[in-house]
């Protein structure tokens, strides 16, 4: 098993473009779930899905931020325009309905916005 | 407040002695879980044990173990024999059930724990 891919692994960008985060969870799970990690505000959710169908968003920002799914295969977190304040490591996790308690992170992107 | 509170910014440990991290959580609902996860240096989140709260015994896991005492809302991690490769951050997470957080993990600030040789 691959296990949570993420693409790409590190981006450099200028204030003002949008920046697209790519997520391919484990095949077969039927939750997806993107984080944000920051020294100042920690490890923090910010949207997920059941069955692609989003559940929660109430930790996504503002409204640059938004994220789709597509199918159960494919997962996007976009900024648009991004700030320097979006700098952090944005990690998607997935995990099962069986076994929903252990959630698989990915590597994480680590997003620099200049 | 914080729902998830880790007091130990950074514990050392000598190589094969256990070490305990503090980990204490705050909610009002009855069915909750307690998660455990390891970030090495390469940054990537590795789960390493879960504990329910109506789970009656202390969930293990090989070297890993958690000290459930529900009565005061900690939930500590034990790593017995120290390795070098536990040199890590540990994050202490919580989900609530039934609350505004379901289906999601909350996690704590973390500990950095460093083993010594």
């Known amino acids: 098993d691959a296990g949570v891919i993420q693409s790409p692994r590190h981006e450099v960008t200028e204030m003002g473009q949008e920046v697209t985060l790519r997520c391919k969870p484990i095949s077969g799970h039927d939750y997806l779930f993107w984080y944000r990690q920051t020294m100042m505000r920690g490890l923090e959710l910010l949207i997920y899905?059941?069955?692609?169908?989003?559940?929660?968003d109430s930790g996504m920002p503002e409204d640059r931020f938004s994220a789709k799914m597509p199918n159960a295969s494919f997962s996007t977190l976009k900024i648009q325009p991004s700030e320097p304040r979006d700098s952090a490591v944005y990690f998607c996790?997935?995990?099962?309905?069986?076994?929903?308690?252990?959630?698989?992170f990915g590597p994480g992107t680590r997003l620099t916005v200049l | 407040a914080q729902k998830i509170t880790q007091t130990q910014p950074g514990m050392f440990v000598q190589e094969k002695e256990a070490v305990t991290l503090d980990c204490t959580y705050d909610t009002s609902d009855p069915s909750y879980g307690l998660f455990w996860y390891k970030q090495p240096s390469s940054g990537e989140m590795i789960f390493l044990i879960y504990?329910?709260?109506?789970?009656?015994q202390n969930a293990t896991e090989g070297r890993y173990s958690l000290n459930f005492q529900k009565a005061r809302k900690s939930a500590n991690l034990v790593i017995s024999a120290s390795q070098l490769g536990d040199s890590a951050m540990y994050f202490c997470a919580m989900r609530e059930d039934y609350g505004g957080s379901q289906g999601n993990l909350i996690f704590g600030k973390g500990t950095k724990l460093s083993v010594k040789p």
């Open positions: 899905f059941n069955n692609n169908v989003p559940i929660d």
């Open positions: 996790a997935s995990s099962s309905y069986d076994r929903y308690n252990e959630q698989f």
């Open positions: 504990q329910g709260s109506y789970d009656q």
